[in-house]
């Protein structure tokens, strides 16, 4: 009988172990993802350890075997593609949710509304001074995040239109850090994604159509389709790995896990 009960004890370990996932990559999927993980693993009893780093950290632990899922909020490269395909793995992806990118600037700002040709210049380096924009006298301090940052990724394609980002710009670890260096600059601006935004900085009025309309980034802008700047997030993972993180993905696909989606700040697919 002792030895029955230690064989069940290693069997139930083995299986504890062999459904255990990893979920890598993106600081903007973060809150979501730990959030769909704690519900998850209540339900399922299968562990789920969620960690960030950026977009380029996931893909990099995907491309090495270090992660069951890599999250991002941009699509995979054509170079990461080819590392994993040159690696034997083919690569699979879903969307889970969408989010929306609020630019953000220190509360004592006087600025609201800047139109996208605006951030475009704030951060090439065109536009330098606050006074440029109907502001105060005061030098602007651009944050932006690191380049394996999928967010970094998205606003060089969709806001400053591929353009190259300015010379000595403040490059964050994590967007946590730009909220904290924003609230503390009075010149400060930097982008996060809108689930970060919170009343210790300014979120601006964008327009996307020269200055005709400014649009607040808000979900139910963002929903409707009415705020610009909104960007789908994705888990991707090896094909052969499928059978192990299906159930999870599915979970967060599923109305339950869409419904932690909208209450963690992000914007459901249903």
């Given at each position: 009988?002792?030895?029955?009960?230690?064989?069940?004890?290693?069997?139930?370990?083995?299986?504890?172990?062999?459904?255990?996932?990893?979920?890598?990559?993106?600081?903007?999927?973060?809150?979501?993802?730990?959030?769909?993980?704690?519900?998850?693993?209540?339900?399922?009893?299968?562990?789920?350890?969620?960690?960030?780093?950026?977009?380029?950290?996931?893909?990099?632990?995907?491309?090495?075997?270090?992660?069951?899922?890599?999250?991002?909020?941009?699509?995979?490269?054509?170079?990461?593609?080819?590392?994993?395909?040159?690696?034997?793995?083919?690569?699979?992806?879903?969307?889970?949710?969408?989010?929306?990118?609020?630019?953000?600037?220190?509360?004592?700002?006087?600025?609201?509304?800047?139109?996208?040709?605006?951030?475009?210049g704030i951060f090439t380096g065109k536009i330098t001074n606050w006074k440029q924009v109907g502001g105060a006298d005061m030098p602007i301090v651009a944050y932006s995040r690191e380049t394996t940052s999928g967010t970094y990724e998205f606003f060089k394609e969709h806001v400053l239109k591929n353009k190259n980002y300015k010379s000595g710009i403040l490059s964050m670890p994590a967007t946590g850090a730009i909220i904290q260096s924003v609230s503390q600059t009075k010149g400060a601006i930097g982008y996060v994604?809108?689930?970060?935004?919170?009343?210790?900085?300014?979120?601006?009025?964008?327009?996307?159509?020269?200055?005709?309309?400014?649009?607040?980034?808000?979900?139910?802008?963002?929903?409707?389709?009415?705020?610009?700047?909104?960007?789908?997030?994705?888990?991707?993972?090896?094909?052969?790995?499928?059978?192990?993180?299906?159930?999870?993905?599915?979970?967060?696909?599923?109305?339950?896990?869409?419904?932690?989606?909208?209450?963690?700040?992000?914007?459901?697919?249903?």
């Amino acid at each position: 009988m002792k030895r029955i009960l230690i064989s069940f004890a290693l069997v139930a370990m083995f299986a504890s172990m062999v459904s255990a996932q990893k979920v890598k990559g993106s600081d903007t999927c973060l809150p979501l993802v730990q959030k769909e993980a704690e519900s998850y693993m209540k339900k399922s009893g299968t562990k789920v350890t969620v960690t960030g780093g950026g977009s380029g950290i996931g893909f990099a632990a995907l491309i090495e075997g270090t992660t069951d899922l890599a999250m991002a909020s941009r699509s995979i490269k054509f170079d990461e593609k080819m590392k994993m395909q040159n690696g034997g793995k083919a690569v699979k992806s879903v969307v889970m949710a969408k989010d929306a990118l609020s630019v953000v600037v220190n509360p004592s700002n006087k600025v609201t509304n800047l139109t996208r040709e605006q951030l475009e210049g704030i951060f090439t380096g065109k536009i330098t001074n606050w006074k440029q924009v109907g502001g105060a006298d005061m030098p602007i301090v651009a944050y932006s995040r690191e380049t394996t940052s999928g967010t970094y990724e998205f606003f060089k394609e969709h806001v400053l239109k591929n353009k190259n980002y300015k010379s000595g710009i403040l490059s964050m670890p994590a967007t946590g850090a730009i909220i904290q260096s924003v609230s503390q600059t009075k010149g400060a601006i930097g982008y996060v994604g809108m689930a970060y935004a919170n009343s210790s900085v300014k979120e601006i009025h964008v327009s996307y159509d020269g200055g005709k309309t400014f649009v607040q980034p808000t979900k139910a802008n963002a929903k409707s389709g009415k705020y610009p700047i909104v960007r789908p997030l994705f888990l991707y993972y090896e094909a052969k790995s499928e059978a192990k993180v299906k159930p999870f993905i599915n979970y967060i696909l599923s109305e339950e896990g869409q419904t932690i989606v909208d209450k963690v700040g992000y914007l459901e697919l249903k």
